[in-house]
């Protein structure tokens, strides 16, 4: 097979040398919009759903924590892969990261699989303990039951992605998302609505929507992939199938449990909206996909720095490390001030682009003026575990995580409304936002600390090898 114009050694070389800001930014940049259009189609969703009534707006208030809780699979794993990927790379070892990424897609795919067969099955109960009316339910499965049937086209492209950022290819990622988003896009009205003849899928047309979406950049990822010589399924694949998925579960797992941890807290957090009445529900879902919207640069700077920390890991570059650890604080002091202007000033109007309703509206404007406060806290909360997985500290994203969502968001918005009395919306707004502000700040002094001693036991450099595809690495800050 002819290989594609991706050289993963030229791209490992501007990894280790090149200077730490651009290198940062060049990897973050395109993820900013590829993040724009992930978030996209759920804001998307969200819109196109709010015009259908507040019945359906309130159904998909519902669905979110259980959709975040299956995409923390593809997201843990994909953060896993990334994470022992890049550190192979940047030791040199380029056939190890072959059989990573092919063992890695392989694992994610019969996994979802599984996990859909067994949500089929619970789906009502878990809604039910969630507070979801009895009256919901035929709205909700409508949704979630072509979310299951989808879920293994769901999760592969996040996994996907990351694999491919592994190797310090930012751009295409991002562009497999925006094309995603544009088919979510024109798609949805057409069998939401029943426009020009389609039929009128309500808010199963959404879901079909979606799985359309990400069905056709599964395939656009793969031939990537398999056009560059990064995946191969082989006999030799499969010898390696086991070893390597210990690898990446020794990262993946601990990332999935990080990212599992949000959606519980939200579940929690909804469930205790719930008792307010479901328009409180329905204004929390509008103000957290605003929400999300602000969060992309964070989430983008979360994705470009893994790679880089890894393939320096890898590599023992200890000051390139330190330097972006430099320009980690200075993003997020400049972006947390930015957006939370932006959420506080405009959130009102923003949040009645999704409904008609003054109340619904007026919950979320809210919420948006509450966690302004405590942005710039997220962004040091999710740049921190995008630098602990490929640093060889697995477990400590996964602690921050915990540490912000359960013990500090559900935990200070169940304080609020059982031990002070508290409304359920003014404590978990509250909550919200205080809980970014400490894990942010806890965050900060792990990776602080940790920059100074990494852990490079599991995988040390290898021995420059005979091809034009080996970089010596170098420090340069």
Request: hydrophobic content about 55%; glycine content about 10%.
């Amino acid at each position: 097979m002819a290989r594609g114009s991706f050289d993963l050694g030229e791209r490992r070389e501007r990894l280790l040398t090149a200077p730490v800001a651009r290198v940062l930014y060049d990897l973050s940049w395109p993820m900013t919009l590829g993040l724009f259009a992930v978030i996209a189609i759920n804001v998307t969703d969200t819109f196109y759903i709010g015009r259908l009534g507040s019945t359906e707006l309130s159904a998909i208030g519902f669905c979110f924590p259980v959709i975040f809780g299956m995409s923390a699979i593809a997201i843990g794993m994909g953060n896993g892969g990334a994470a022992v990927v890049s550190r192979a790379i940047g030791a040199g070892r380029e056939e190890q990261a072959r059989a990573l990424i092919s063992s890695t897609l392989i694992f994610v795919t019969l996994f979802a699989a599984a996990l859909a067969v067994i949500m089929l099955r619970i789906s009502d109960n878990v809604f039910l303990a969630l507070g979801a009316p009895e009256d919901l339910l035929p709205y909700i499965n409508q949704f979630m039951t072509i979310w299951y049937w989808g879920l293994p086209l769901l999760v592969a492209p996040i996994v996907l992605n990351g694999l491919i950022r592994a190797g310090g290819e930012a751009k295409y990622p991002s562009m497999l998302m925006v094309i995603a988003a544009l088919i979510n896009a024109v798609v949805s009205p057409f069998i939401i609505f029943g426009l020009f003849g389609f039929p009128a899928l309500g808010m199963a047309g959404a879901a079909t929507a979606t799985i359309i979406a990400r069905l056709v950049i599964t395939a656009m990822a793969i031939a990537w992939l398999l056009r560059n010589e990064l995946l191969t399924f082989s006999a030799e694949t499969m010898r390696r199938f086991l070893p390597c998925i210990g690898q990446v579960l020794r990262y993946g797992a601990p990332a999935f449990f990080a990212q599992l941890v949000a959606p519980i807290s939200s579940a929690i957090v909804t469930r205790l909206l719930a008792s307010a009445g479901p328009e409180t529900v329905a204004g929390f879902a509008v103000g957290a996909r605003i929400e999300s919207l602000a969060l992309i640069p964070f989430f983008a700077l979360q994705t470009g720095i893994t790679p880089f920390v890894g393939q320096n890991v890898g590599a023992g570059n200890d000051a390139r490390l330190r330097g972006a650890e430099r320009n980690v604080w200075i993003f997020a002091g400049l972006w947390g001030g930015i957006g939370a202007l932006i959420l506080f000033c405009f959130g009102g109007a923003l949040g009645g682009l999704f409904t008609e309703q003054a109340e619904i509206a007026a919950i979320s404007d809210a919420y948006l003026e509450t966690i302004a406060f405590g942005l710039w806290g997220a962004g040091l909360l999710a740049v921190g575990i995008g630098i602990f997985n490929p640093l060889g500290y697995p477990n400590l994203a996964m602690a921050t995580n915990v540490l912000r969502y359960l013990g500090l968001y559900a935990g200070l918005a169940l304080l609020g409304v059982l031990v002070l009395g508290r409304e359920p919306q003014e404590s978990v707004f509250a909550a919200a936002s205080a809980s970014y502000v400490i894990a942010g700040l806890a965050s900060a002094a792990l990776f602080h600390f940790l920059l100074t001693r990494p852990n490079r036991k599991d995988l040390a450099p290898a021995p420059r090898p005979h091809s034009n595809t080996a970089v010596t690495g170098r420090s340069a800050s």
